[in-house]
């Protein structure tokens, strides 16, 4: 909400759209977040540097920072001040840079004889600035046919658009992932145009489950076994794992190519699921991605170790061939064990 003015009809129509799209948002899987301005309270734009630059001096853009970043999408309620925008939302906006790019933006306006599109439409002229994405759908409220005595009445046609703008929101928020993820800061760019690396969340489990499943058939055909946890985990149980290791994610438009996990066990390095979507074998993903997992193994570590089934001769080869030796089997059919000792320091990457 926008307005700070005491008495505005801002709260009103807030609390409206909230009970409008919640059950909508519920069914969606969609977080909803109610922001008001006026408890944010940022003062006039008073950062020194540049918001292209990210770099903050004061608590408050810190703290409007942390509430913008996570968010993949927007819904801003806002009246009309005298043709345009309240300056209350033009110094929000102002305040921030990356944390808006790639991300939609709808709207709720309210006013007298334009019900605020106007403010809207000034609006939008910055926001598409900021790589922010205006929605088609809008919600706009004729002060003269939706109040009486200073209330909001209730408005059934109302309460569809409030639905349509949800559903856009979420359709625009889900095409524009990619490039969100390309702008994130804990992104860095991949070996192929275009694509970037990050660390693996819970999140990304449902990726995770296909690329595990359509990677692990040919491991299961040469080892003549089905029994690999990999072709078999729900994305409930990839997502507890995710959670434990530290896994790298490469992706490109929205797709996940290739990952692997890597995690500290005294002090062994120990990598695994190193995983190449089957359409791009052959390019040297895999290694690059090895060798990523080895970078990222702390310093004081002695050895990396991994597994590969025992009949999977090509990841045999390639390993050796990036150092690694074998140690004893299991079973003649069980996986085997490689290791490469560390013999200088690798500095961990955050």
């Known amino acids: 909400m926008c307005s700070t003015r005491p008495g505005a009809l801002g709260p009103q129509v807030g609390q409206w759209l909230a009970e409008a799209i919640s059950p909508r948002a519920a069914e969606l899987g969609v977080e909803l977040t109610p922001v008001a301005l006026g408890d944010v309270n940022l003062p006039f734009l008073d950062e020194e540097e540049h918001p292209s630059s990210g770099i903050y001096q004061h608590a408050h853009t810190r703290r409007w920072s942390s509430i913008v970043d996570p968010a993949d999408g927007f819904i801003v309620i806002t009246p009309e001040y005298n043709y345009g925008m309240p300056a209350t939302l033009k110094n929000a906006l102002d305040y921030l840079r990356r944390e808006w790019a790639w991300k939609p933006i709808g709207f709720v306006s309210y006013g007298n004889t334009s019900a605020g599109t106007r403010s809207v439409q000034h609006a939008k002229q910055v926001v598409t600035t900021l790589r922010l994405v205006p929605l088609g759908a809008t919600v706009a409220i004729r002060l003269t046919d939706a109040t009486v005595d200073g209330r909001l009445l209730p408005d059934a046609a109302r309460d569809r658009a409030g639905l349509g703008l949800l559903d856009e929101l979420v359709r625009v928020a889900n095409a524009l992932r990619p490039l969100r993820e390309h ?10 145009p275009g694509s970037y690396v990050r660390r693996l969340s819970g ?22 076994t089905m029994d690999i946890p990999a072709l078999h985990e729900s994305p409930e149980q990839v997502r507890e794992w995710l959670a434990a290791w530290h896994t790298t994610g490469l992706w490109r438009d929205g797709r996940l190519l290739g990952m692997v996990r890597a995690r500290r066990l005294d002090t062994d390095w120990h990598i695994g699921r190193l995983a190449v979507v089957p359409d791009l074998r052959g390019q040297g993903l895999g290694r690059w991605l090895l060798r990523t997992a080895e970078a990222d193994a702390a310093s004081d570590c002695d050895r990396i170790l991994l597994e590969t ?7 045999i080869e390639f390993y050796r061939s990036e150092g690694y030796r074998s140690d004893s089997l299991a079973s003649p059919d069980g996986p085997i064990c490689l290791r490469k000792d560390v013999t200088h320091p690798c500095a961990r990457r955050t």
């Open 309 to 315: 089934g025992a009949k999977s001769l090509r990841n």
């Open 203 to 224: 999140d990304d489990a449902p990726e995770v489950t296909v690329l595990q499943r359509c990677c692990w058939v040919d491991e299961a055909l040469v080892n003549e």
């Open 183 to 192: 702008a994130r800061a804990d992104s860095r760019p991949g070996p192929l």
